[in-house]
């Protein structure tokens, strides 16, 4: 379990400031197949315990938006306690999400499922 701990805040207020870095930026090319292990296998080791801590969050609370909820809700965007966070672009968004829902729900989802709102899948198990 990592120890960095996850805040939620707005995109606009993170992207633009001076920061320890976005994640997004790191990695996620959007070429791996949509699953936790092949998702995080496209960065570097040493951001590992970063994406691990972001998946544990999305989890916790529950995330299942599209990226303009990522970009456009007051408290939309991971920051991590280093100072690192995940500003991500639709695209990025959509693979981030698709990889940690795949894997915890043993469902196929891809990028375009969590790319914006309208195109969001029925959560499973929500009537």
């Not at 805040?9 to 949509?34: F, I, K």
């Not at 303009?68 to 991971?78: F, K, P, R, S, T």
């Not at 991590?80 to 695209?91: E, F, N, P």
């Not at 999400?97 to 195109?119: E, I, P």
Request: with cysteine; aromatic share 12%; hydrophobic share 35%.
């Amino acid at each position: 379990m990592s120890s960095l701990t996850v805040t939620w805040q707005n995109y606009d207020t993170v992207t633009t400031r001076p920061s320890a870095g976005n994640l997004s930026d790191l990695g996620g090319t959007g070429e791996a197949e949509a699953n936790w292990p092949a998702y995080v296998a496209q960065y570097p080791t040493e951001w590992h315990p970063h994406l691990e801590a972001i998946r544990q969050s999305i989890i916790a609370n529950q995330v299942w938006a599209g990226g303009d909820w990522h970009q456009e809700h007051a408290h939309g965007v991971l920051v991590l306690s280093d100072g690192h966070y995940m500003g991500c672009t639709y695209r990025d968004w959509g693979d981030l999400l698709a990889a940690v829902w795949s894997s915890k729900l043993g469902q196929q989802f891809s990028y375009m499922d969590f790319y914006m709102d309208v195109r969001l899948p029925d959560k499973p198990g929500k009537k």
